[in-house]
Nanobody, 123 residues
Framework: QVQLVESGGGLVQAGGSLRLSCAAS????????MGWFRQAPGKEREFVAA????????FYADSVKGRFAISSDNAKNTVSLQMNSLKPEDTAVYYC????????????????WGKGTLVTVSS
């Protein structure tokens, strides 16, 4: 089993920044790559970014490329998502996820989910 706990969500004005963190635990969490997904009101959950624990492979959705940065800290078993230049359309619940590989960008590939943290970007 893998447990994932997100933190760092909140309310921010457009153009601002937020940093989300995900603490991973459990016997097998290191077997997975880590990803962030989000779900906006009335929309389907979608891929945001993914990383392997070595930090050597990172992937981003086109909508966040150049604004968001995913990183991992093996010593602390945490994965972070630095979000800059936030837009109102980034408003969503953001979920940390354990995925088979950093190339796994579909919701159906996710093995474990965190409970999510709400990010609200005001215009």
């Amino acid at each position: 089993q893998v447990q994932l706990v997100e933190s760092g969500g909140g309310l921010v004005q457009a153009g601002g920044s937020l940093r989300l963190s995900c603490a991973a635990s459990g016997r097998t969490f290191s077997m997975y790559a880590m990803g962030w997904f989000r779900q906006a009101p009335g929309k389907e959950r979608e891929f945001v970014a993914a990383i392997d624990w070595s930090g050597g492979a990172t992937f981003y959705a086109d909508s966040v490329k150049g604004r968001f940065a995913i990183s991992s800290d093996n010593a602390k078993n945490t994965v972070s998502l630095q979000m800059n230049s936030l837009k109102p359309e980034d408003t969503a619940v953001y979920y940390c996820a354990a995925v088979p590989t950093p190339y796994s960008h579909y919701v159906r590939n996710v093995k474990y989910w965190g409970k999510g943290t709400l990010v609200t970007v005001s215009s």
